[in-house]
C-alpha cells in the first residue's frame, strides 16, 4: 500500500468529544460487520489495498464505527502517515474513551510522532484504567526517556520488571534510560544480564559498547565476533553487531578492522537513497525561498523570541552546542523535535515525489501561517512554559530554515558546521534508520554532504546575518569565545555554567550522550587522517570540500 485512498478524507473532520460518548454500536449496520471481518482478514494477510477498501466500505456506512477507526489508523501508521493515523485513533478513542487498548496505540503512535508529552499522557491514562499493566509501564518509560525526563522513566522500567523480569526488551530499555542520565555502569550491569539470559542480545551487545570507551579489549568482544559467525543471523541483530564490534575495535585502535565492520553493517541494512529526488527538492527549495517571496509575507509568522534552532548534519557538534545552550538557566534543552516537519507537512508544504513543494509557497495566507506558528509554539511551550529560548535541536531542520524564517521572523538559528570529512566519517561510524539512507555508503555520504552545504549556502545568502555558525573545530581552539558568542547571539546574559556544560544534569539521548558528559576534547579533530586509505569513495565525491 503506497497511499491512502482519497475517500479517506471525508471522514477527518476535527474530532469532538461528546459529553456523554455513544455505545459502539453491537448490531449489523447495512452489513458493516461482514466488510469490518473482510477488511481485518484482508489486513491480516498482508493486502493492505483489499483491506483499506474495504474500511472505507465501513465508514462510509458506519462512520463512527470503532473498530473501523482503529484498522484505518493501522493502515496510515503502515505507510509512516502518523498524522492521518493519530487523527483515526483519537476518533476511536472518542467512541470508547475507556479502553485501553485504544490508549496504548493513541500513545505508541504520539512516540513515533515524537509527540512525547501526548504519549506520556496516554500511557499514563492506560495505566489509569489498568495499573500495573506491563505495555503502559514499559511504553511510559520510553516516553519520558524520550521526551528527556528519563528520571522519570527509572521506576516504570523497575515496577514493569518486577511483574515481567523475563520480558526481552525491558532491561534493555531500563538501560538506555540510565545511559541518557548517564549512569553507565549501572546501565552496563542491566545490559550484561539481558545477555546472559538471551534477551534481545545483538541489541545490548550494541548498546553496552557504547556505554565506555575501551582502553583494553572486553572479554565481550570475543562473543560479539563469534555471534557474527552464526548462520541465518537476522539482518537487524548482524547491524547492530557488525556496529559494537566495529565501535570497540575503533576505540581500541584497530581501525582497518572497526571501518571493515562499519561497513558490512551499512550493506547489510539494505537502506537505500534516491539521490536524484534530493537534489531535486533541494533545487525546489532555492527556487521557493527568494528574497521576494519573504518580504511578500514579512509579518505573517509569530514574533516570539523563544524558539531556537540548531541545524546541520548529524554528527557536526549539534548535542554539543544544545547542551552548552541548555546550561544556561534560561534556556530548555528540547532534543530533536520533529514537531516542524509534521507542521509543515500537515500543511502541505512538503516534497512531492517529483521534487517539487506540494503547494505553491506563494500560497500560504497570513492565517495558515499563524496557524502553523501558533501549532509548534504551543507544542514547544509544553516542554518549557517557562524557559526565555526553547532549543529544537533536529539536525535536518537544515532543510525547513526557510519557513524558519517565515513562521518566526525572531527566531535564531543556529547552523552547526564541522571538517566535512570528519563530519560524513562520523555519521558512517553510526547506525541511523531508514530514513538516513544516504549514510549507507560512502560515495552517497559525500553527495548528499554537497547538497546539504548547497541548500546552506543559499539560506545564508537568503538571510544575511540570522544564522549563527557554530564551529566544531573553532570552539575546540577557544571554547570559552565561542561559547560567550554563542550566548551572546541567543540575547542573554553571560553565565559561567555553560563553559561547564558537562556538568549539567539533563537527559540526553543522542548517539552523542557519552561525549556531551565529558570536557572539551580534541581527539575528534581531524579523526578521518587514521582511515584515509580507506575512505577515498568520501573524500572523491566530496570534491573541492574536503580539507585534505
Keep these: 500500500m503506497s497511499r491512502l485512498p482519497a475517500s479517506f478524507a471525508k471522514h477527518l473532520k476535527p474530532v469532538r468529544r461528546p459529553a456523554t460518548p455513544p455505545p459502539v454500536a453491537k448490531k449489523t449496520v447495512n452489513g458493516v460487520d461482514e466488510l469490518l471481518r473482510r477488511a481485518k482478514e484482508f489486513h491480516d494477510k498482508g493486502d493492505f489495498t483489499e483491506a483499506e477498501k474495504h474500511c472505507v466500505m465501513?465508514?462510509?456506512?458506519?462512520?463512527?464505527?470503532?473498530?473501523?477507526?482503529?484498522?484505518?489508523?493501522?493502515?496510515?501508521r503502515g505507510v509512516d502517515d502518523l498524522g492521518l493515523a493519530l487523527i483515526f485513533f483519537r476518533k476511536a478513542l472518542a467512541r470508547q474513551p475507556k479502553s485501553v487498548e485504544t490508549?496504548?496505540?493513541?500513545?505508541?503512535?504520539?512516540?513515533e510522532a515524537h509527540e512525547h508529552d501526548n504519549a506520556i499522557k496516554h500511557f499514563r491514562e492506560a495505566l489509569s484504567l489498568q495499573?500495573?499493566?506491563?505495555?503502559?509501564?514499559?511504553?511510559?518509560?520510553?516516553?519520558?526517556?524520550?521526551?528527556?525526563?528519563?528520571?522519570?522513566?527509572?521506576?516504570?522500567?523497575?515496577?514493569?520488571?518486577?511483574?515481567?523480569?523475563?520480558?526481552?526488551?525491558l532491561r534493555l530499555d531500563h538501560a538506555n534510560a540510565l545511559i541518557a542520565l548517564g549512569r553507565m555502569e549501572e546501565a552496563a550491569d542491566l545490559l550484561r544480564e539481558n545477555i546472559a539470559l538471551g534477551h534481545r542480545v545483538a541489541a545490548s551487545y550494541r548498546t553496552l559498547a557504547d556505554t565506555r570507551k575501551f582502553s583494553t579489549e572486553p572479554a565481550e568482544l570475543k562473543a560479539i565476533l563469534e555471534k557474527l559467525e552464526e548462520n541465518g543471523l537476522p539482518p537487524k541483530e548482524s547491524v547492530s553487531l557488525h556496529h559494537a564490534a566495529g565501535k570497540i575495535l575503533n576505540d581500541l585502535g584497530k581501525y582497518d578492522s572497526a571501518i571493515d565492520h562499519f561497513q558490512e553493517s551499512k550493506i547489510v541494512s539494505g537502506h537505500g537513497f534516491d539521490l536524484d529526488a534530493f537534489r531535486r527538492k533541494i533545487d525546489s527549495l532555492v527556487a521557493g525561498f527568494t528574497p521576494q517571496l519573504l518580504k511578500?509575507?514579512?509579518?505573517?509568522?509569530?514574533?516570539?523570541?523563544?524558539?531556537?534552532?540548531?541545524?546541520?548534519?548529524?554528527?557536526?557538534?549539534?548535542?554539543?552546542?544544545?547542551?552548552?545552550?541548555?546550561?544556561h538557566?534560561?534556556?530548555?534543552?528540547?532534543?530533536?523535535?520533529?514537531?516542524?516537519?509534521?507542521?509543515?507537512?500537515?500543511?502541505?508544504?512538503?516534497?512531492?515525489?517529483?521534487?517539487?513543494?506540494?503547494?505553491?509557497?506563494?500560497?500560504?495566507?497570513?492565517?495558515?501561517?499563524?496557524?502553523?506558528?501558533?501549532?509548534?509554539?504551543?507544542?514547544?511551550r509544553g516542554t518549557a512554559p517557562s524557559a526565555a529560548r526553547i532549543v529544537d535541536k533536529m539536525p535536518h531542520n537544515f532543510q525547513h530554515v526557510g519557513m524558519i524564517a517565515l513562521l518566526f521572523p525572531n527566531a535564531k538559528i543556529i547552523h552547526?558546521?564541522?571538517?566535512?570529512?570528519?563530519?560524513?566519517?562520523?555519521?558512517?561510524?553510526?547506525?541511523?534508520?531508514?530514513?538516513?539512507?544516504?549514510?549507507?555508503?560512502?560515495?552517497?555520504?559525500?553527495?548528499?554532504?554537497?547538497?546539504?552545504r548547497r541548500l546552506m549556502q543559499h539560506w545564508n545568502t537568503l538571510l544575511p546575518g540570522r544564522i549563527f555558525e557554530a564551529n566544531y573545530e573553532t570552539m575546540i581552539a577557544d571554547q570559552e569565545a565561542e561559547t560567550?558568542?554563542?550566548?551572546?547571539?541567543?540575547?542573554?546574559?553571560?553565565?559561567?555554567?555553560?563553559?561547564?556544560?558537562?556538568?549539567?544534569?539533563?537527559?540526553?539521548?543522542?548517539?552523542?550522550?557519552?561525549?556531551?558528559?565529558?570536557?572539551?576534547?580534541?581527539s575528534s579533530v581531524k579523526r578521518w587522517k587514521k582511515y584515509e586509505h580507506k575512505i577515498q569513495p568520501l573524500i572523491e565525491s566530496l570534491g573541492d570540500l574536503a580539507d585534505v
Design 131 to 169: 495499573p500495573g499493566k506491563p505495555a503502559a509501564l514499559g511504553g511510559l518509560g520510553q516516553a519520558y526517556t524520550a521526551a528527556g525526563k528519563a528520571e522519570l522513566a527509572l521506576p516504570q522500567f523497575e515496577e514493569a520488571l518486577r511483574s515481567m523480569p523475563e520480558h526481552p526488551s
Design 484 to 522: 560567550r558568542r554563542l550566548i551572546e547571539f541567543l540575547g542573554l546574559p553571560w553565565d559561567d555554567a555553560c563553559l561547564r556544560f558537562y556538568e549539567t544534569d539533563r537527559s540526553v539521548t543522542t548517539p552523542s550522550r557519552w561525549q556531551v558528559r565529558q570536557p572539551i576534547y580534541r
Design 58 to 76: 465501513v465508514l462510509a456506512r458506519d462512520p463512527g464505527n470503532a473498530q473501523a477507526l482503529l484498522l484505518a489508523g493501522s493502515l496510515a
Design 296 to 327: 511578500s509575507k514579512a509579518g505573517y509568522g509569530n514574533p516570539s523570541e523563544a524558539p531556537v534552532f540548531i541545524v546541520g548534519m548529524p554528527r557536526s557538534g549539534t548535542t554539543l552546542t544544545e547542551q552548552i545552550c541548555a546550561s
Design 416 to 452: 552547526c558546521t564541522r571538517d566535512p570529512i570528519d563530519n560524513c566519517v562520523s555519521c558512517f561510524f553510526n547506525t541511523f534508520n531508514e530514513n538516513h539512507g544516504y549514510n549507507t555508503d560512502l560515495h552517497t555520504l559525500g553527495l548528499y554532504y554537497r547538497e546539504y
Design 103 to 111: 490508549h496504548l496505540v493513541l500513545a505508541a503512535t504520539y512516540s
Design 329 to 380: 538557566p534560561a534556556v530548555h534543552g528540547a532534543g530533536e523535535l520533529s514537531k516542524l516537519g509534521t507542521v509543515v507537512r500537515t500543511g502541505g508544504y512538503n516534497q512531492a515525489p517529483d521534487g517539487s513543494i506540494k503547494k505553491t509557497l506563494q500560497s500560504i495566507t497570513r492565517d495558515e501561517a499563524r496557524s502553523m506558528a501558533r501549532e509548534y509554539l504551543d507544542f514547544i
